[in-house]
């Protein structure tokens, strides 16, 4: 199996599994207690802070070590929240942040709003290569903004936030900075300016279970959870040693081996951004393709269903992962793709972890183009209903009911059969044809015109310009 | 190192860390992903959640895993508290509870506040065992009672609690009962009637990073943190696969080998509780003798400092816990010595791993009469100043600015001072000496007359009876 899906979770370091084992045991003490397996379980504990805080260039009492990268971001926001809570309740996040912060700021609105309160979030926005808006997101500070959330990379499509200027605007309003870095821990150092900074240890090489919450001094806190001695009383539970010292351990060795290792997997990266495009027809590669994480890439493949393109992959021995809708439960494509404005049907995300052979990623490459076709083969069919609803502008395609990529490939098939600048309706109630058929207008030169909600699902108005 | 303190953290089961290791290397893929590594680590999940469920007697999709006992109980709570919002916000538990259990309470009860609304909290009464009394318990649940909540059986003395009785009065109220079964998993059943059961994969050998919370189909029940799709919208973040597996391992070793070690481990035990007495001068042993868990004891040493009985067995080599006051950062004796009433000082609780060997028990039981006598022999020194403050009350010790267990050896060396019916004040501001003076009059059959608080500490009345 050749496992590129590191961002969602990278296999455990060598180091890391071998400090696991023996910290099992002895690290298994209760860190609480004064006899000889606590005391040693303390020492193991109190190094591998250290460890962190030192990789991390924070002080050691600032970093605690939460169960998960989402603990450590729901108590991270909720903890700034209630220790400014009489600053104000406003909120103001990028808008591709990971789905933790995202549910955990719509969480704080419905809070505020069972109390009678009101907790205004603001999203802002992001470019097409995902990188956010700094002068957008500075605007949106105001006197009552209690945090900011920003992400040091995003997940999906590797683009690097610009997290300098971001700290620079929020230190100019005085409003604290969560910077949510879990993408970027051990490959990519962390710029200042962060009140607060969240990760995830099993992104890195760590183990599961193990996430980090490190809170700069001065920066006022309440913890959101009912009081425990643990963790300085940031995070309640019995400290899991063991694996916040593999963890540590991870973090170290992924830190020392970064510059080159990250140097070969951006190199690869490079390699797949360039031929995909090359050998697969209608693909956007999205994302930033210099100031971007060394080990992710993504890109869409026009008329192609991403469920049926990860079964392909996952058949020939590739795990990657998917944000078209047609993989997710919800039937929404990513919000990142979406605020992008990016394709998302036949989406794929290629994350690399540590040692990908090379072979492995020309094995890859030398196998898409020909599974794309195929794939596109198989799907493009003509739509079962001919159109059958009236319409001013042009011909209709009918492709309620359908599904993505349908909508789209019935596009694409019946534009050829009008003149250039007529229109072309296409009716649909899949969720992806609001993002996926302008998307497919940018990349093709068609217009798109409008979209405007009818009974069921909306119309969309495309004019042939090629 | 003799480790006696498997009611803190028992060690790993051997068969749960071969689980471990091998689901470190097979089930660390994220079992949200359709994978062939996706597919492999919720496959493991899944057949550890069938684990747990069939020990418990439950449905699996009622078992969420979380990461610690103490995440249990509080989601456990606050998420019953949020789904029976509108019943009230009354809130019924036990005096002993796990210290998760009681500030999961006051954070309830200070967030209510925090909206302006009341949310009462009643704590019932334990006999001199630490028996909940079954009758208030009742007497204390109303029709604005959200929910009340009892341990299986007590994590400091071992007494079992009368679930079956308090699961009765819970449904004839139309009350979920909450039962924390942290210390019985693994080793007693948990009689039936409860709507939520919480646990911790630690305390049953399994390892750290890992708790049980049990919801019962039909619970009215609404999640304390942000929305998160993992385990069922109940815990949020990623799941820990391999720890998972090794608790769900390591619980069902521990049931099937269950019946055979705590029968032999709670022999161990009694032979603790009648050779202690014998061989201990001034000692009380505490908690119920029979119906208890099959390897917990507790008892307290008179006249002896708890930190230097600690310091003492660790340098011989025994790893035990204490319940002492002076062992403890808050500077107060534990809560569930002073709910029954009984002696805190010196302090010491025994709790066997599975395995403990007999011989390690016949050394601790040889080893602690001496320990115990030179211990008493060092601070048995005559107070610094002899009583300067004059008193209706008899004779006077003045042991202002004394930490336990100074004042309650100087009232016993006083107290020979003068007649029979005559009395001895203590003058006091160590929290301990509240506890332990009436516990002291109790163990010898002195009277104890009443505590009147001063500018300083309190005054305690003692009259001598024999």
Known sequence: MAYFDAASTE???????????????????????????????????????????????????????????TQAVQLGILGVLAGRRRVGAHLVLGAVEHSSVLHTADSHAARSEQRGATAEITRTGVDRTGRLDVSAFASALRSDTALACVQSA???????????????????????????????????????????????????????????????????????????????RRVPGFENVPAIVAAAVALGAAS???????????????????????????????????????????????????????????????????????????????????????????????????????AEVDRFLALL???????????????????????EEGAVVDALGRRCPIPVIELAKRILDVEEGAAVTVLSDDEASALDIPAWCEMTGHEFVRAEPRERGSAYVVRRRS
Chains 1, 2 share one sequence.
Not at 306 to 315: F, K, P
């Open 154 to 232: 995003n997940h999906e499509v590797g683009t690097v936030q610009p997290i300098a200027e971001v700290a620079a605007a929020c230190r100019a309003a005085g409003v604290p900075l969560l910077v949510d870095a879990a993408q970027s821990v051990g490959r990519l150092p962390v710029p200042d300016g962060w009140s607060v900074l969240t990760a995830s240890a099993h992104k890195w090489g760590g183990p599961a279970g193990v996430g980090l919450l490190v809170v700069r001094k001065g920066t006022r806190y309440v913890s959101a959870l009912p009081y425990d001695e643990r963790e300085a």
């Open 11 to 69: 296999p455990l370091h060598p180091a890391a599994k071998a400090a696991f084992l023996s910290t099992l045991d002895e690290g298994w003490g209760d860190p609480a207690r004064g006899y000889h397996d606590g005391r040693r379980a303390r020492m193991l504990l109190d190094a591998a802070r250290e460890t962190v805080a030192s990789v991390l260039g924070t002080r050691p009492d600032e970093v605690s070590f939460t169960t998960s990268g």
């Open 256 to 358: 020392t081996e970064s510059a080159e290792e990250d140097a070969r997997l951006s190199g690869l990266i490079d390699r797949i951004r360039a031929r995909v495009r090359e050998t697969v027809p209608d693909v956007e590669v999205v994302g930033d393709p210099i100031d971007r994480l060394p080990h992710i890439v993504t890109f869409s493949c026009l008329y192609v269903d991403g469920e049926a393109l990860l079964a392909e992959l996952d058949r020939a021995g590739f795990a990657v992962s998917s944000g078209s809708s047609c993989t997710s439960s919800t039937l929404t494509p990513s919000h990142v793709l979406e605020a992008m404005g990016v394709l998302s049907q036949g989406n794929i995300r290629v994350s690399l972890p540590r040692g990908t052979p090379e």
């Open 369 to 391: 183009p020909g599974l794309v076709a195929r794939l596109r083969a198989v799907v493009a069919q003509p739509a079962a209903a001919p159109a059958a609803v009236a319409a």
